[in-house]
């Protein structure tokens, strides 16, 4: 059988603070319509994690690390017990299974293996199960290295299109969020918080600079307190819905006014003949 190739993109950073019972960590390919009975027993899989290197031209804020390159991670696999990929229950076990539910698991077995120039760690022959996957960064401190969160994988995955189960696997872990290094340019801990300057406009929204990808508030607030939804807040929003009207008023006078001047003329001529 020809074996097929896996591209699975992990978002390891999910919304779980928000609702941690209502995401799975668990990465397991298009597998809705697949059913486990197609899982070819005691076959091996080959894994292969792909680390993204950070963008070049990115700048380098002051008082921060230069970014750290992909070669040189380590991925340690855990694989657990417990979870037998033999039965449907446990498929659907890992629709809201986190890695934290798995910190008293039993680890049947441990691989690790190091990330080349290409970023990319090779696991060869791995036998099939849950995997509990960590990242540790070179130990260079000269640099800085960004990590991704831990995850869970099956090994065996279904494929992209959902169709057949996938022994030659490759994944993309999305990295953490970046925190800037205290005292740093980009942070707050030297007790200056930057605060925007919001901008009144049509609508009762407000710019000043804020992030719109933040996890804070978007609809409804502005920095200092809650915005009245009710009309347009006090500043130059609250002018623009009158402009229009006196624009017209202006307009239809001044028409008037030439209308008027045309007819007196005319009528001064008129007695003049």
């Known amino acids: 059988m020809k074996t097929r190739t896996a591209a699975v993109l992990l978002a390891a950073t999910l919304s779980a603070a928000m609702v941690p019972s209502a995401h799975a960590e668990v990465v397991t390919g298009n597998d809705a319509g697949l059913s486990v009975d197609g899982i070819q ?56 299974l986190s890695v934290e539910d798995t910190e008293s698991a039993e680890v049947l077995d441990r691989f690790s293996a190091v990330t080349d120039s290409g970023g990319n760690a090779v696991f060869s022959d791995l036998p099939q ?8 960064p070179p130990a260079d401190p000269s640099k800085e290295f960004r990590i991704s969160a831990p995850f869970l994988i099956t090994l065996p995955v279904a494929d992209a299109e959902g169709s057949s189960w996938a022994y030659e696997v490759t994944i993309t872990p999305k990295n953490k969020p970046h925190e800037p290094i205290p005292g740093s340019s980009g942070s707050s801990s030297d007790g200056i918080i930057p605060i925007p300057v919001p901008i009144p406009v049509p609508g009762g929204s407000s710019s000043g600079g804020a992030d719109s990808s933040s996890d804070g508030p978007t609809s409804g607030t502005v920095p200092g307190g809650p915005v009245d939804e009710t009309g347009p807040s006090k500043g130059i929003a609250s002018y623009l819905p009158n402009t229009g009207a006196d624009v017209l008023a202006i307009s239809l006078i001044g028409i008037l006014s030439m209308v008027l001047g045309f007819f007196l003329l005319r009528r001064r001529r008129t007695s003049g003949e």
């Open 41 to 96: 027993a005691g076959r091996s899989v080959q894994l292969t994690i792909h680390k993204a290197a950070p963008n070049p031209f990115n700048d380098v804020p002051p008082g921060e690390l230069p970014p750290g390159g992909v070669a040189g991670a380590t991925f340690t696999l855990e694989r657990l017990g417990g979870y037998s990929l033999g039965d449907p229950l446990v498929w659907d076990s890992f629709r809201t």
């Open 129 to 136: 199960g849950l995997y509990r996957v960590r990242e540790t």
